[in-house]
């Protein structure tokens, strides 16, 4: 068995497909596993470590606002699309994967597209309560395409019902102890607060946080793992340069052991992307929300707000959002 995926730019893309496959080769250690990504995003550091055949392509996604700037960017991702899918065919005539999976991002577009032209069975995963464009563009052509929430479907035109799958969340997520957890982190009793902005950050947050780290550092009273992502890491640092962190306050830019840590915490501050939610619900996590607005469609805001319905005892389907809710959505 061959399988496909693509999907990238952020986490929120690349760790569902990660899920998924470690899944498949639980069950199918024979089954083999190909990725198609960007050498430049997230996908190309995650992707490699888990030894699965990593592809690249060079893409971009499409700028929505006018400006002379943003014209000429899209018009060098549409010549980027041209040559992808030049790439994507060679790279799909060389694998001849029986099944190829989309998860969404700019990155998936192309090459599901360009399998469905070649015939190859293609399925889609959308993780939002409120689907992007690239799932709204290969949904009418997918031989399934599956949804996290089933909200989703009402924006989607298909020709088959979708599958509500719930979003694919990481086993070592679920198998990981809080005591063990607390432990393996040098932990004592007082609690820890975990938070974070996204694989690639949120200047806000980031912002936020320095305030609060220098009103609270040193007081002894909790922990706190804050990671910057890669765009805010080094301007954190430089506007906490005038103070000693405490040892009790961890500053990271990223959080490779988020099974470790999201087991360890008592809240959780962070963005309302769709897998970190999964995960907030699935590790059962009190957690304060604070929805990215400058995500296409606004998608955060929906995918906090269906938590938040079904904490006031709305649906948010059997393998959707149902166990711990939000305490705040911001």
């Known amino acids: 068995m061959k399988i496909l995926f693509a999907g990238g730019g952020t986490a929120g893309h690349i760790n569902p497909a990660l899920a998924v496959a ?8 024979d089954a083999e596993i190909y990725y198609i990504g960007t050498a430049e995003k997230l ?23 006018f400006s002379v700037e943003n014209v000429k960017l899209n018009l060098e991702a549409v ?6 899918a030049r790439n994507v065919r060679k790279i799909l005539s060389e694998c001849k994967p029986d099944l190829v999976v989309g998860t969404g991002g700019y990155v ?26 690239t799932t709204k563009m290969l949904a009418p052509h997918a031989d399934r395409v599956m949804l996290a929430m089933p909200q989703a479907e009402k924006y989607l035109r ?27 982190l040098g932990l004592d009793e007082r609690p820890l607060l975990l938070s974070f902005g996204g ?10 946080v320095t305030e ?8 002894g009273r909790f922990y706190h793992i804050h990671a910057t992502g ?5 301007t954190m640092r430089e506007a906490l340069a005038d103070i000693t962190l405490s040892p009790m306050t961890d500053l990271r830019e990223y959080i490779s052991d988020m099974d470790q840590c999201m087991a360890a915490a008592d809240l959780v501050i962070c963005r309302a992307g769709a897998i970190t939610l999964s995960e907030l619900c699935c590790c059962g996590k009190p957690s304060i929300l604070i929805p990215s607005p400058n995500v296409t469609e606004n998608h955060q805001f929906h995918n906090a707000m269906t938590l938040k319905k079904s904490r006031r005892g709305g649906s948010a389907g059997r393998k959707g959002f149902d166990r711990r809710k939000p305490d705040r959505v911001y």
């Open 230 to 234: 890669s765009s805010g890491y080094q």
């Open 43 to 65: 996908e190309s550091k995650l992707v490699p470590e888990k030894g699965y055949d990593f592809y690249t392509i060079d893409v971009a996604g499409f700028r929505r606002s």
């Open 212 to 219: 609060a780290i220098k009103h609270f550092n040193g007081n």
């Open 79 to 84: 010549h980027k699309a041209v040559v992808s």
């Open 22 to 29: 470690g899944t498949i080769k639980e069950h199918h250690p």
């Open 108 to 133: 998936s577009g192309p090459v599901v597209r360009q399998a469905q032209k070649m015939g190859f069975k293609t399925a889609i995963h959308e993780q939002n309560a409120y689907p992007g464009v």
């Open 199 to 208: 694989s690639l950050g949120a200047r806000r947050i980031n912002e936020t």
């Open 158 to 184: 298909l020709k088959k019902k979708p599958i509500i799958t719930g979003n694919p969340v990481r086993s070592e997520l679920l198998a990981t102890d809080k005591a063990a957890a607390r432990a393996q």
